[in-house]
């Protein structure tokens, strides 16, 4: 597709879009219909919950519908682009590069059963060389279309990741959110615990995590204190839960101004360079975006490595 760059979704904002989009409704530990059994017999009767839980195409019809005003709104440019994507997909349905895009996008105007759909046939083209980031894409685009539920077939592309890459950050929240869903609060203390200690403080998981690990530790009968909060606390996250539209994006805007403006003045990591490119990109603030890279080009000139990432995140890597 030519004429326009399309945009691409940054995997920590579709981290953020699946935790607004409703895995409270999910979030639920302890197998449902057992609350009152001794721990050992509340575990054991999760194996049930496990291999009885709804598949991918259940859970998408039972997952609830979308906020129409948190949608986003693409313009008649680019509506026309995505349409001339489709169509070029459906007359050559092995394009490796159309298909990521086609995924990407579909993902970013929150698509997410369309994007699971073209990521997953892109995993099929790729075959047995397909790479991590290609598996965790596939399961993030599936939990979303199932409104935060971590499927058998999301389950399945996370075991692929974790395979490949046992420390990934992503891929351990989401397995801890899926046993969580089956009444393992024990496994899922065991895997959301060290992320909590690993950070970032400012990672798109570490709320809902610091939200539920204490529940995850009570059911499993574990001795626990939540460790002080070195970000936005569990009671700012859940009052910005409760703002309009308008409210939350003022507030979302306000905390990336301070970052850009504290970035541009002062410098910063590379994580931090990172955040904000890709919040820009989110933000669909181009000329910022720009600006910013070229500030984040002269801080990392010496670091080609950092430049990749940095560009690869502005979708400008040479």
């Known amino acids: 597709v030519a004429g326009r760059e399309l945009p691409v979704l940054p995997m920590a904002a ?12 999910y979030l639920w530990l302890g197998a449902p219909g057992y609350p009152a059994l001794p721990i050992n017999d509340r575990l054991a009767a999760s194996e049930e919950v496990y291999r009885t839980r709804p598949d991918q195409a259940t ?3 039972q997952a609830p519908a979308p906020d129409a005003a948190s949608q986003p709104k693409p313009d008649a440019e680019f509506s026309a682009l995505m349409d001339k994507l489709r169509a070029a997909i459906a007359q050559h349905p092995d394009d490796v590069q159309g298909l990521t895009l086609l995924a990407q996008n579909e993902a970013a105007l929150g698509n997410y059963k369309a994007a699971a759909t073209a990521q997953l046939h892109l995993l099929q083209v790729k075959g047995e060389g397909a790479p991590t980031k290609d598996h965790l894409a596939a399961a993030e685009y599936l939990i979303a279309a199932a409104g935060g539920y971590v499927s ?27 046993f969580a869903q089956v009444g393992r609060p024990d496994r899922t203390f065991e895997l959301w615990e060290p992320l909590l200690r690993e950070g970032p403080d400012d990672a798109p998981w570490i709320a809902p995590i610091r939200a539920g690990l204490p529940e995850a530790a009570e059911r499993a009968g574990i001795r626990y204190s939540l460790p002080d909060a070195k970000g936005p606390d569990a009671a700012a996250v859940a009052a910005a839960g409760e703002m309009n539209a308008g409210d939350r994006q003022a507030m979302i805007e306000s905390m990336v101004g301070n970052l850009e403006s504290r970035l541009l ?32 080009e002269k801080v990392f000139a010496a670091d080609p490595a950092a430049l990749e990432r940095l560009r690869a ?3 400008s890597a040479p």
């Open 14 to 25: 579709l981290v953020a879009l699946v935790l607004a989009g409703g895995v409270g409704l």
């Open 152 to 178: 058998p077939e999301a389950e399945a592309q996370l075991v692929a990741v974790l395979k490949s890459d046992p420390r990934d950050k992503l891929a351990r929240y989401y397995s801890g959110l899926m």
């Open 59 to 61: 859970a998408e019809a």
């Open 313 to 315: 995140a502005a979708g």
């Open 265 to 296: 003045a002062q410098g910063g990591p590379e994580a931090e360079w990172l955040k904000l490119l890709n919040a820009l990109k989110v933000l669909n603030q181009p000329d910022r975006e720009k600006a910013a890279l070229a500030a984040a």
